[in-house]
């Protein structure tokens, strides 16, 4: 009996599971189509994106009911139990990413209506691709709860704060050159923020995976690059 | 036996909720302070809402810690469990907000070593009032499950996006008019900006109450002005 409860209860959590790669999937294609849209300046890519938002959020609330439909039956265990709502985190914040992902495509859409501002889609392209690629990481490590990868991509996010950080100043040097890129820079400089979180998600995740196999998050602060403010909590 | 599981679930759910309204407390206070100490130059005050963001965090954590023992130790029935998981929603979401005030307190230290740009310090203030008193309604209304009171707080987050699209116009205005307060400005929109985001927050706190009476979450879409953006999801 102690089996078939513990067996149904892994059948439910690996569905849930399933569930979160998949909507990692989603979330990051729409960033990397977002990105995409915005430096080709193509609004149907960028219409698809927002449209696919839909997808993204219900799929999340899929698993959140999903979830909460395995403690209130399953009763599981305190251990089991920090899985399950580890789960929920991460699909939340999988969902936030979405929503930066479709951000990133309304405002790819703003801009094709104004001036060009030389260099500046290519360089959040390839920040959009860096970051898809430490989220990707940080679901890999959680999915076979690999700490090391995890360790990895906490490391890894610094690169991506660095490059956050070195657009803030390309869109500064922009607007104090010719006025007329302040408002796209404005909507440049969100666009880069907003990446920027993703890769904190991703390192949000990671921490999930310290959290699930060794019991505690990690004590010390993570490393975080941010010339830009004073301290970088 | 039903009735003491009853009260013991109650007891603890209680004690939770409290806790819920002390962290409520502390992020208002926090928003407050950081948002005076950018109007006032207060480097002492903006340091203090610095330091004051790991109690919110502690709280925070202290609020999913109990949650999780509930869940393991009284096994709720699925509606219990519900109140239970919003608990858990709605202290994340405050924990995000007292993040939003320390990086407002971070934006005012840094700010504080330029120029001032004129006016703009005093309506940060003005929208951070409002959206403080915003957030306080949400959580009246979510300790009393009043559905009035969530209604309207949905409704008047619609002034606070009103003010964000207003800010926005000004920093522009601003940025054009001097090109030395481009730096300051960008800081300042993203002030602006992440205090229209715990608008968000508190019309998200509203939903939960909704969501708890009513048992399924508003299905129309909030209202959301912003001007900004093309379409306002």
Chains 1, 2 share one sequence.
Do not use: W
């Not at 790819?108 to 959009?128: D, E």
């Not at 010719?178 to 923020?193: E, G, Q, S, V, W």
């Amino acid at each position: 009996m102690e089996q078939h409860i513990r067996s149904a209860f892994d059948h439910d959590l690996e569905a849930a599971q399933a569930n979160v790669m998949r909507l990692g999937g989603l979330v990051e294609q729409a960033l990397l189509d977002a990105a995409e849209a915005l430096e080709a300046r193509d609004s149907a890519l960028a219409e698809r994106v927002r449209a696919g938002d839909a997808a993204i959020d219900g799929l999340d609330e899929l698993i959140q009911a999903d979830c909460a439909r395995i403690i209130a039956l399953r009763a599981p265990t305190a251990s089991d139990l920090r899985v399950v709502l580890s789960v929920m985190r991460v699909s939340s914040g999988l969902e936030r990413c979405g929503d930066y992902a479709k951000n990133l495509a309304k405002r790819a859409l703003v801009l094709m209506n104004g001036p060009q501002v030389a260099g500046t889609a290519a360089s959040i392209r390839r920040m959009a691709r860096e970051v898809v690629a430490l989220l990707r990481d940080a679901l890999n490590a959680y999915a076979r709860r690999d700490i090391a990868l995890a360790l990895e991509v906490r490391d890894r996010d610094r690169d991506v704060d660095q490059m956050y950080n070195a657009l803030f100043r390309e869109f500064v040097t922009h607007m104090l050159e010719d006025p007329r890129t302040i408002t796209p820079c404005m909507h440049l400089h969100f666009i880069a923020k907003n990446i920027e979180r993703v890769g904190d998600h991703a390192t949000g995740i990671a921490e999930q995976v310290v959290y699930l196999v060794g019991g505690a998050m990690p004590t010390d602060e993570r490393p975080k690059v941010d010339s830009v403010l004073p301290d970088h909590g």
